[in-house]
C-alpha cells in the first residue's frame, strides 16, 4: 500500500502543453511496401509522380463519329467501328467519319467527333446535324494527368480516389506508414470481462472495448493485453509484457490520488514521465511517459474521461506515428441550442451532437456529462470547448466546437 498524498507531485500543464509534448514525442514509424489495394485508410511515405500521359492518346469523350473539325457537310463513312480497346490503325481523310464509342482511340486524320445525337446515319453517309470545332468531344493527350505531374504527395490519406489513382498509373505496390501497435490494458481490481457477472462492488471493464475499437478507428493495431490488477508486481509484470513488441501502451484507471493508483509510480520507474496532470475535464489524472522507444498514455479510469483523453491526445500522436502530417479535428464554431454551465476552474470538452441547420451549425449537449456516464459519448459528432467559468451560457451563444465525427443531416 502506498501512502495516502493530498496533493499530486505533478504539476498542472494545460492542454496545449500537454498536446505539443506528446507531438514533440510522436515520430512517424518506419515505412513498408505494401499493394495499393491494401493501402487504403494508409498515410503515403513517397511521393507519386506519373511515368505516363493520361489519357495516353486522344480519346472520344462520346459515343459518335469521328472526324475532320474543319470539314463540312455530309460525310462519307469509313465502314469499321472503333470501339474503346486497343488502336485499329484507321485513317480518316477530308470528308469522312468513323464511328467511334466513349474511350476509343482517334483514328490518325480526325481531330473531333460529334456525339451520335447531332447525326443521322443513312446509305454510308453521316449527317451532321450539329457540326463541332476541331477538338470537340476529344480527351487529349495529358488532359487528365501530365507526364511527370505530381499526383499524390508524401502524408497523403490514401481513400478510394487516391487508391484508384495508384490504379490509374500501375502503382500497384507502394510505401505506407507502418501503423502503431498499440497495447491497451485495462487495471482495476473491481473489473471483470465483458462477458461475466460481476460479484456485488465489481463492474465490467468496457474500457478495454471501447479503447480497442478507439485505436481502430485512429488508424492503430490494437493488441489485448486484458486486465491488470491492482498490485505493484502484477501491475509491473503486465505492463512489462504489453510493451514488449508495442510502439503505444495505453492504460485505463490507477491514475488518480488513491493508495491503489499504481501507474504513475511504475511508469515513472520504467521511463520518464513528461505530464501527470493536465488541465481538463473529463481526465485530469491523464499522465504521459516515454519508456524507450514507446510512447505511454494511463489514461483515468472513468469510461468518458479515457475515451476523450483518448480523442484529445492519444489520437493525434497515433496518427502522427502513421505520417499524418495534420493530426488535428476540424475546429468551427457552432450555436448552443440551450444554455450551459461551465466548469468553475477547469476547461471542459463536453460531449455535443452538432448539425447544420438553416444555414448554421448548431449545437446540442448529449445530456448529464458525468465522467461514468458513456451514454453521453453515444452518438455524439463534437467535443464543445467550454472555458472555465462561474457565469451560466445562453442559448444562442457561438462556442468552439471539434467535429470528431461526421456532420448530421437534419
Ligand atoms: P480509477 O482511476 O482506477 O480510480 O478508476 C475510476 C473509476 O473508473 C472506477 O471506480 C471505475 O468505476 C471506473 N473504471 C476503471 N476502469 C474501468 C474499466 N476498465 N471499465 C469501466 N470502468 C472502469
Ligand atoms: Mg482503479
Known sequence: MRPILTTSPYALVSVGHASATILDHARPLEVEVVDALAAHGRTLAELIASGESVPAGPRSAVDGYALRGEDRGDRALVLREIVAGPDQGLVVGPGQAVRIMTGGILPDGADAVVMVEDTEERDGRVAILREVSPGGNVHQVGQDIAVGEVILPVGAALGPAEIGLLATVGRVRVGVYRRPRVAILATGDELVDPWETPPPGCIRDSNGYA????????????????????????????????????????????????????????????????????????????????????????????????????????????????????????????????????????????????????????????????????????????????????????????????????????
Open 211 to 410: 479503447l480497442a475499437a478507439a485505436v481502430r478507428d485512429s488508424g492503430g493495431e490494437p493488441i489485448w493485453t486484458g486486465v491488470a490488477r491492482d498490485d505493484e508486481e502484477g501491475l509491473a509484470a503486465q505492463v512489462g509484457e504489453a510493451l514488449a513488441g508495442a510502439d503505444v501502451l495505453v492504460t485505463s484507471g490507477g491514475v488518480s490520488m488513491g493508495t491503489r493508483d499504481l501507474v504513475k509510480p511504475l511508469l515513472e520507474r520504467l521511463g520518464t514521465i513528461h505530464f501527470g496532470r493536465v488541465n481538463f475535464k473529463p481526465g485530469k489524472p491523464l499522465t504521459f511517459a516515454t519508456i524507450g522507444g514507446a510512447l505511454a498514455f494511463g489514461l483515468p479510469g472513468f469510461p468518458v474521461s479515457s475515451l476523450v483523453t483518448f480523442e484529445v491526445f492519444v489520437r493525434p500522436a497515433l496518427l502522427r506515428m502513421q505520417g499524418r502530417p495534420r493530426v488535428s479535428r476540424p475546429r468551427v464554431e457552432a450555436e448552443l441550442e440551450h444554455e450551459l454551465r461551465p466548469d468553475a476552474s477547469r476547461p471542459e470538452y463536453q460531449r455535443a451532437i452538432v448539425q447544420w441547420r438553416d444555414g448554421r451549425l448548431v449545437a446540442r449537449t448529449t445530456g448529464s456529462q458525468g465522467s461514468s456516464r458513456l451514454l453521453s459519448m453515444a452518438g455524439a459528432n463534437a467535443l464543445l470547448e467550454i472555458q472555465p467559468s462561474e457565469h451560466r451560457i445562453p442559448a444562442g451563444s457561438r462556442v468552439s466546437v471539434l467535429l470528431t465525427g461526421d456532420l448530421i443531416a437534419d
